[in-house]
């Protein structure tokens, strides 16, 4: 049974640093693609990052240079560090598995190309998410 637990969200100020984990057990963790969303509060969820398993990684727009999206597979944790944090990155945080072509399906959204609804369906065993809030 795959089990994704996401943990590290917390109130922060604006400028801020944080770093989100995801706990993952009951998969082979490094052959597979992993991504992080968030959604805020009366907002429709969004896909923030994703890393492939060569460790690729690719970002939407509003958080590029700021967040990295990192693994440790031998711990299996994906980990989302998150910098110059605003109050419009506060959101609950999750990590969700990829399926196949997973990576290339977030680039053509983060590139505007597809909607939410064309790379919902390339993840998988979602986690619960983690509360992110940044205060101004």
């Known amino acids: 049974q795959v089990q994704m637990v996401e943990s590290g969200g917390e109130l922060v100020e604006t400028g801020g640093t944080l770093r989100v984990s995801c706990t993952v057990s009951?998969?082979?963790?490094?052959?597979?693609?992993m991504g992080w969303f968030r959604q805020a509060p009366g907002k429709e969820r969004e896909g923030v990052a994703t890393?492939?398993?060569?460790?690729?990684?690719r970002y939407r727009d509003s958080v590029k240079g700021r967040f990295t999206a990192s693994e440790d597979n031998a711990n299996k944790i994906l980990y989302l560090e998150m910098n110059s944090l605003t109050p419009d990155d506060t959101a609950m945080y999750y990590c969700?598995?990829?399926?196949?072509?997973?990576?290339?399906?977030?680039?053509?959204?983060?590139?505007?190309?597809?909607?939410?609804?064309?790379?919902?369906?390339?993840?998988?065993?979602w986690g619960q998410g983690t509360q992110v809030t940044v205060s101004s």
């Open positions: 969700a598995v990829g399926t196949s072509g997973a990576c290339i399906t977030m680039g053509r959204y983060f590139a505007g190309r597809f909607d939410l609804e064309d790379i919902t369906p390339r993840f998988a065993s």
């Open positions: 009951g998969l082979a963790f490094g052959d597979l693609a």
């Open positions: 890393i492939d398993n060569d460790g690729d990684t």
